[in-house]
């Protein structure tokens, strides 16, 4: 079975940064995505960084210019890089690996944007 836990989410002040961790675990399947969504309170699961496929990494307009996907493959990790975060970041944010086209998901990591 497929399983993914995040972690570094945290309280953090407006223009902060943070950093979220992904762990992969599991056996016999080929990741054909991996990456990051989240959701606020209220509002659909959005896209917020993504690879999609070998060298191609898809952004959430929020994320586009403060957000940097990156992963180890070796340790079958994926992080995301927040920076100039503002209120809006504020969500739960979720990883997620499709296999062929079945998402996982981890259970999700509070980030809260706030002085």
């Known amino acids: 079975q497929v399983q993914l836990v995040e972690s570094g989410g945290g309280l953090v002040q407006p223009g902060g940064s943070q950093n979220l961790s992904c762990v992969v675990s599991?056996?016999?399947?080929?990741?054909?995505?991996l990456g990051w969504y989240r959701q606020a309170p209220g509002k659909q699961r959005m896209l917020v960084a993504s690879?999609?496929?070998?060298?191609?990494?898809q952004y959430g307009d929020s994320a586009k210019g403060r957000f940097t996907i990156s992963r180890d493959t070796e340790k079958r990790m994926v992080f995301l890089q927040m920076n100039s975060l503002n209120s809006d970041d504020t969500a739960t944010y979720y990883c997620?690996?499709?296999?062929?086209?079945?998402?996982?998901w981890g259970p999700g990591t509070q980030v809260t944007v706030s002085s």
């Open positions: 997620y690996v499709r296999v062929g086209w079945t998402k996982y």
């Open positions: 599991g056996r016999g399947f080929i990741a054909n995505a």
């Open positions: 690879f999609i496929r070998a060298g191609v990494i």
